[in-house]
């Protein structure tokens, strides 16, 4: 069976502030741990009012706190922000308090704009060291040598997983090479997923933490009781992504009866272009959409987006979701591994 597991942008609605965006999350965390979900995971943001997930490790822990079995982690840190030293210790320190559940996906896009990357004192060319950076944090997770000076305390023999995100080939490509799982974000930019995974497996190189390629699919899954209902849900996110076009990020809001009234033509375009993988629908809909893309991508995971407005109904949205992964895992061309 083809894992499901839950990425939250920890959404600031126009009903709720920063704190409840938090705790929203952290519930929704229980639930999924109850209705099967593998793993949740949380992105790292900046200058962004409508997501409370920035400070990334604290949210993990706050996230994990609340929980008991589910894996808790990033999708991602943006590494070329951080010194591989800081997040080691940070990671580590998560995997001390939560052993076994940590899992730490790693990004080389900033994940935010030009004048807050300055805020961030991020060189221009941090990007260019990622992969290097990749192995400099792996190295700060494994057991330390006897006469190693600079040890990441505790992080040093807590081997914290390792996944590389992308939405191009680059991703695709650092990810096989390091033999390490590899998430695409095809959730924003689908239009690459399929080469991307082509490369992936077909240059994968075995390593110690994984023997076999691992794919993860980043895809939007908004379920309700019916296709109608479940299209209202999905004009929150359309409109998210009509305000990015705009330079407008504001806080999340609610769904509107009429999308056609709030988007251009050219902003529909470009938005449906970058959320051209959803499934939105009744659960018919969505377990004949999961087994869709399960079959054409051989998926082992996927890694879902439910941007719904209304906390209890984003609840409702994913216990849906979860009785159709099962379902639809009656289909053929499900994997069963698991990392």
């Not at 597991?5 to 409840?20: K, Q, W």
């Not at 008991?68 to 997040?87: C, D, E, F, S």
């Not at 992308?166 to 239009?191: C, D, I, Q, R």
């Not at 449906?272 to 079959?295: F, H, N």
Request: hydrophobic share 45%.
């Amino acid at each position: 069976m083809t894992a499901l597991s839950i990425l939250d942008f920890v959404r600031v609605t126009e009903d709720t502030d920063a704190r409840g965006a938090l705790d929203n999350a952290r519930d929704l965390a229980a639930h999924a741990e109850k209705w099967g979900y593998r793993r949740i995971w949380v992105a790292e943001h900046h200058n962004m009012p409508g997501v409370a997930s920035a400070a990334t490790s604290i949210v993990i822990a706050h996230i994990a706190a609340g929980t008991k079995t589910i894996r808790v982690g990033a999708g991602g840190i943006m590494l070329p922000n951080h010194a591989p030293y800081v997040i080691a210790e940070q990671f580590g320190t998560l995997a001390r308090l939560f052993p076994g559940r940590i899992d730490l996906g790693l990004g080389r896009a900033p994940g935010t704009d030009q004048i807050t990357l300055r805020a961030l004192r991020r060189s221009p060319e941090a990007a260019d060291h990622f992969p290097q950076d990749v192995l400099e944090l792996q190295a700060f997770f494994a057991p330390a040598s006897p006469n190693q000076r600079i040890v990441a305390v505790p992080a040093a023999g807590t081997e914290v997983p390792l996944w590389i995100l992308g939405s191009s080939h680059f991703g695709a490509m650092l990810a096989a090479e390091l033999g390490l799982p590899y998430a695409f974000a095809s959730h924003f930019a689908p239009e690459l997923l399929i080469s991307a995974l082509e490369i992936y497996r077909s240059c994968f190189k075995p390593s110690e933490q994984l023997a076999r390629p691992y794919v993860m699919v980043g895809v939007n899954i908004i379920a309700a009781e019916s296709d109608t209902a479940a299209r209202r849900l999905a004009t929150t996110q359309q409109m998210s992504f009509t305000n990015i076009f705009r330079g407008a990020r504001g806080l999340s809001q609610p769904p509107i009866d009429d999308i056609e009234t709030y988007w251009s033509p050219l902003e529909k375009a470009q938005a449906m272009k970058m959320l051209a993988r959803s499934i939105i629908g009744s659960p018919d809909t969505v377990r004949s959409g999961i087994a869709a893309l399960v079959a054409e991508t051989g998926a082992d995971e996927l890694m879902i987006v439910s941007d719904v407005y209304d906390h209890a109904t984003r609840l409702r949205s994913f216990e849906l979701i979860a009785d159709a992964g099962r379902l639809a895992a009656e289909q053929p061309a499900f994997s069963s591994e698991t990392i």
